[in-house]
């Protein structure tokens, strides 16, 4: 073993390290040197050797305790700054051990899960934590031990009753050496409370649903809406084509997505120019295109919207094809109304003309009876008379179309069988048929009956083929006549004024010239005729139309100018099969018994004159009818006393009741009732026979002359037969 190589003096050592440096933060640990010198020569004194050894392990001592120091020192300012780190970190921290006591918290942590004094220590950490969320965070413990790590998201804390923290837990797991020298795990826990975040995200997620929700609403208000709504972007291209689109533009929206606007509304393509100017605009009405290319009427209106992604431009286009058939239906019935007013101003003064006409016709027929009597050795004047007597006829039976047309009574209907009344009709017709004329009679499937007036059903189907045959003229053509069971549809119910059912259809149809508008509008117009002077009086439509009124029906018309004309009589569908009590009949239509009161038959030419002593009262306001009936009834044998005025009549019967043996009363007279006359003269006299005369005899007016006590009604204008035969009647009861 070689000796050692003398050691330096020490006063030759480099100088120790300050404090300060070994102290300073990241400077490194001053080095021990492996070798120790020795201070003296192995062979020189072993005491002096000795001392230098001590020295030397001396020096050591104080470079390890330098060591040491600046460990401690480090160590301190370590556990310095975690404190000041763990205490001022804005996080509620806690330490934790194996059995979840609270080991450590800072002052976040005491904050939050002890706000105030009242609410339970810090002291362990799973009572804090919702039941329902207990076991999820034992997992994160649990997995944190096998990790070091874990994570527990969205965990709520019961602070107390009132207040809940929401957050996410963080967990650490470090094992600590205890005094015994054994390692024990603790858990650092660290809690972000997610409260403000949940409450914002939970306020997103609200919103995000609103706006879901109302996306959906404006969705189904689109797809539902009636109006065809198109959406387009800045080149006009569509992007929103909604079902009702679809419909009025027939095309799916499939293929309208991208196609230009103006390929369906060529005019508001046009009109989107506007944009820069508004919000809004009214295009108003125009024509739109179908896929098909066919126009259809819209209204549009134009909505602009102004986005930072772009200009947005929606299109509302409203259908006006219903409005269209609307206003044209709403004027139908409109010009229906007016005629119907027309009408009924011209019914009303035709039946007032009537009246008194009737008893203008009454006078020269009672007169041409007494004139034939006074002239029988006389052929020339009878033969004159008999003319006037004809023309006087034609003149009653004149006036009873009128009466037809201008009065609204219920007619005498019962059961008549629709075949039947065509039968009849044609019967009449061949009469007078030219040979170049077919007529035609088709009723292809059984038609129910009708509850009708058949007389006056066949007077209008007359006065229709009638009207027919002057159409056509000379030509040849053709008449058809034709029954249905039909349902009309509600348009055409609503401008006939009928309500929505089944009916009984006669049509009349010719294949004559047929008329042009402004001869359809006024062909029911009393006297209005189109046929030469003397071949026509203008009544025949207006009668047809006062029969359907008064049967609860109505007249259609359909004519073209060269396709000849098609006159509809449309007669209600009655239950004809419950008995007239039951309503079968309704009991103002169904014929009264009025056997007391229908005339006798006229008398034989050979009669026996009637006794002298029998007395007539007859009250009409009309002179020359009292006149006439005055000088007919002496004629015949009778006392007569003729009035014009009803009052002055009832004062004569109320002075001598026994001197009156029969009242013969006018129904309609100015100021007085016939009805009323009737009554208080039975009451002067119970047994006094009472006949009511009119000219227009209603179901109405023979219930009221059936109350009144009236035993007998006469019909004016009347063959004098007629009347003589009723007035012995009456006389000889």
Known sequence: ????????????????????????????????????????????????????????????????????????????????????????????????????????????????????????????????????????????????????????????????????????????????????????????????????????????????????????????????????????????????????????????????????????????????????????????????????????????????????????????????????KAEAQRGALESQLRESHKMQAVGTMAGGIAHDFNNIVGAILGNVELAKADCSDNPAALESLREIEKAGRRARDLVRQILTFSRNDAPERRIVQVSEVMQDTARLLRVTLPPAIELQIRMTVPVPPLLADPTQVEQALFNLCNNAMHALGEARGLIQMEAHLTQPEAHACARLGLPHASYITLSVQDNGPGMDVATQQRIFEPFFTTKPVGQGTGLGLSVVHGVMRTHGGAVDVFSVPGQGSRFTLYFPLVDTEMPASLGGIPASHARHPAADLAPAAALPAGAATPDAARHIMYVDDDQALVFLVTRLLRRRGYTVSGFTDPHEALARLQTDPSGVHLLVTDYNMPGYSGVDLVREALQAQPALPVALASGYVTAEIEQAALSAGARALIHKPNDVEELCATVHRLLHE
Request: charged share 20%; aromatic share 6%.
């Open 1 to 324: 073993m070689s000796s050692p190589e003398p050691t330096p003096p020490l006063d030759d050592e480099p100088d120790s390290l300050p404090l300060h440096a070994l102290l300073a933060p990241g400077s490194p640990a001053p080095a021990l040197s492996s070798d120790i010198r020795p201070i003296v020569p192995e062979d020189e004194d072993p005491l002096q050797a000795l001392v230098a050894e001590l020295r030397n392990y001396q020096r050591e001592l104080e470079l390890q305790n330098e060591v040491l120091n600046y460990s401690q020192a480090v160590a301190e300012s370590a556990s310095e700054r975690f404190e000041a780190l763990f205490a001022n970190i804005p996080l509620p921290l806690l330490v934790l051990d194996e059995h979840d006591m609270v080991v450590q918290a800072n002052a976040m942590a005491h904050s939050a899960f002890q706000p105030t004094e009242r609410d339970r220590l810090l002291v362990n950490f799973m009572p804090f934590v919702h039941a329902h969320d207990v076991e999820r965070v034992r997992q994160a413990f649990a997995l944190a031990h096998e990790q070091g790590s874990a994570q527990a998201y969205e965990v709520a804390f019961d602070i107390n009753e009132e207040i809940q923290l929401w957050g996410d837990l963080h967990i650490a797991c470090i094992s600590v050496r205890q005094q015994n020298g054994q390692s024990a795990p603790q858990f650092l826990c660290a809690m972000v409370n997610q409260g403000p975040l949940l409450a914002e995200r939970q306020a997103l997620q609200e919103r995000n649903l609103q706006l879901h929700a109302s996306e959906k609403r404006l969705e189904s208000i689109i797809n539902s809406s009636l109006d065809a709504i198109i959406c387009v972007d800045a080149n006009q291209r569509i992007t929103v084509f909604n079902p009702t689109a679809a419909a009025l533009f027939l095309c799916s929206p499939h293929d309208a997505l991208g196609s230009p606007l103006d390929r369906f509304l060529p005019d508001a393509a046009r009109a989107l120019a506007f944009a820069p100017l508004t919000t809004q605009a009214i295009l108003g009405e125009m024509a739109a295109r179908t896929a098909s290319g066919r126009e259809v009427p819209v209204e549009v209106s134009v909505s602009f919207e102004h986005h930072n992604n772009g200009d947005t431009t929606t299109v509302f286009a409203r259908d006006l094809t219903s409005r269209k």
